[in-house]
T-cell receptor, first 113, second 114 residues
Framework: AQSVTQLDSQVPVFEEAPVELRCNYSSSVSVYLFWYVQYPNQGLQLLLKYLSGSTLVKGINGFEAEFNKSQTSFHLRKPSVHISDTAEYFCAVSDIDGQNFVFGPGTRLSVLP | DVKVTQSSRYLVKRTGEKVFLECVQDMDHENMFWYRQDPGLGLRLIYFSYDVKMKEKGDIPEGYSVSREKKERFSLILESASTNQTSMYLC?????????????FGDGTRLSIL
């Protein structure tokens, strides 16, 4: 079975600063990786996903993530954040057999003016 | 566009009541899921379904049951609500049983059990 760790439960950052949200996973099989965002009082929306190919994945709203197989990481980055990026971000992993889909505990990003 | 609709955004019930949470998707998706979301714990899978009348237990099924009589509708049932079931409940769906498909979520139901 897989597991997902998001090392930071809360990340405060000033507007227009860069941000990195960390995600590490453990799995004995190959996986697919996802980042979701949850704005206040809403469900989750898909930001980006890694299935195969290039390890740098670009998503919506200027976010990107890099898959690092040796470090079993899938960190999310944005070079310049906006107030509107304030939300909770969830990393998720699925094994390629589709038997397990696991979410991390989430990271709350607060963008300060 | 993809649409997953949960019938209530906020719900308040009493201990011991039977509670129904409804979820409808309009995308002809085969798979549907119920999660609960609690601070610091992320999303935990309660039940899921890969087809009509089919259900499988997730990680925390105790105290819950589900019903899927039609492809578009997946109901979560709290047989006898307890205060530790106060939580945010999220419904999701995916096109088919392929692991690279992202899940589409409803806006959630915030349930309070008094």
């Amino acid at each position: 079975a897989q597991s997902v760790t998001q090392l930071d439960s809360q990340v405060p950052v000033f507007e227009e600063a860069p941000v990195e949200l960390r995600c590490n996973y453990s799995s004995s099989v190959s996986v697919y990786l996802f980042w979701y965002v949850q704005y206040p009082n809403q469900g989750l929306q898909l930001l980006l996903k890694y299935l195969s190919g290039s390890t740098l994945v670009k998503g919506i709203n200027g976010f990107e993530a890099e898959f690092n197989k040796s470090q079993t990481s899938f960190h999310l980055r944005k070079p310049s954040v906006h107030i509107s990026d304030t939300a909770e971000y969830f990393c998720a992993v699925s094994d390629i057999d589709g038997q397990n889909f696991v979410f991390g505990p989430g990271t709350r990003l607060s963008v300060l003016p | 566009d993809v649409k997953v609709t949960q019938s209530s955004r906020y719900l308040v019930k009493r201990t011991g009541e039977k509670v129904f949470l409804e979820c409808v998707q309009d995308m002809d998706h085969e798979n549907m899921f119920w999660y609960r979301q609690d601070p610091g714990l992320g999303l935990r899978l309660i039940y899921f379904s890969y087809d009509v009348k089919m259900k499988e237990k997730g990680d925390i099924p105790e105290g819950y049951s589900v019903s899927r009589e039609k492809k578009e509708r997946f109901s979560l049932i709290l047989e006898s609500a307890s205060t530790n079931q106060t939580s945010m409940y999220l419904c999701a769906s995916t096109l088919r049983k392929i692991s690279n498909q992202p899940q589409h979520f409803g806006d959630g139901t915030r349930l309070s059990i008094l």
